[in-house]
């Protein structure tokens, strides 16, 4: 991978993404709309600067757009050149991200997919890979990133786009706590599920049946068990540990399900007070959900 000087008026907001077939374009498209871009595919060079004039408009709600383009429009290079000129003519600056691979990888990963590579024409992959990559010189000579995805995964390449292009509010892990009962299914989207009916129950507690764990009596009876705080205090150092490595493999949202029979009292409590011990980890979002808690 090669990091070229980058112009100080690069923008941030607009990118565009360009390179081989095959090196991972579309996956990187992928990527970024995950990270909250808009992202417009496969754009012909000529109508790339009707799109950024649509999209960075003053009642536009788009505020970072990312644009794929690639040599699908045979008059590729020239043209896309050319929208380079233009756009910084008007005083922008795009992050151009050309990405690469060598013609072994280039090769197996058509092989992979069973499909002609867009300058094959009549010829073999390989004099089409070389045609591209003649055609593209000019356009990753003025690329401001070149990413070489050879030996990358798509975990790789997911940390490499976010290294490069996030800011704050991309790198902040959500995390939803939520309690639900088991009589109603377990959450099929959980990363994490704990069950909790090892705890005395207060629904045969005549004064607590009608509760709810979000009510002090009844936090107070569940909560106060001799197993519930230990309990809490493995689960909560258990989310601590594997939150950095779920970061680090590109998954930016985390559910955490609690379980009891119906969802009213035990889960809700334990939720509850889980989401008092996370909130403080840092780079996180809560999001604290009851899905039971008004169901019969």
Not at 51 to 75: C, K, N, Q
Not at 112 to 136: D, F, Y
Not at 150 to 162: C, T
Request: proline fraction near 5%; charged fraction near 25%; aromatic fraction near 6%.
């Amino acid at each position: 991978m090669s990091n070229q000087a980058l112009s100080p008026q690069a923008e941030k907001s607009l990118v565009l993404i360009t390179g081989m077939s095959g090196s991972g374009r579309n996956t990187a498209a992928s990527v970024l709309e995950e990270m909250g871009w808009y992202v417009a595919d496969n754009l012909p060079p000529e109508l790339i600067m009707r799109m950024v004039e649509l999209t960075f408009e003053a009642d536009s709600p788009v505020e970072r757009l990312a644009i794929v383009t690639d040599v699908r429009s045979r008059a590729f290079a020239g043209n896309l050149g050319e929208v380079l000129d233009g756009l910084r003519a008007e005083g922008r600056q795009p992050y151009v991200i050309f990405f690469d691979a060598n013609d072994d990888t280039l090769i197996a990963r058509y092989d992979s997919v069973r499909r002609m590579h867009p300058l094959q024409e009549n010829g073999t992959l390989t004099q089409g890979i070389a045609a591209e990559r003649q055609m593209l010189l000019p356009i990753k000579g003025m690329s401001d990133l070149v990413v070489d995805t050879s030996d990358m995964s798509v975990h790789d390449l997911r940390r490499e786009l976010e290294h490069q292009l996030s800011d704050s509010k991309d790198k902040v892990q959500h995390v939803t706590i939520e309690s639900f009962g088991f009589k109603h299914g377990a959450p099929r989207d959980a990363d994490m599920l704990f069950d909790v009916r090892f705890l005395p129950n207060p629904y045969w507690v005549p004064e607590l049946r009608a509760g709810r764990g979000t009510n002090k009596p009844v936090a107070d009876y569940v909560l106060g068990q001799p197993e519930a705080q230990g309990f809490l205090d493995r689960v909560a150092s258990l989310v601590e540990l594997v939150l950095p490595g779920y970061r680090r493999e590109g998954k930016s949202f985390m559910t955490i399900a609690i379980g009891c029979t119906g969802g009213h009292h035990r889960s809700v409590a334990v939720t509850e007070a889980l989401a008092t011990r996370v909130e403080g980890l840092q780079g996180i979002e809560l999001n604290v959900v009851h899905r039971d808690i008004d169901r019969n």
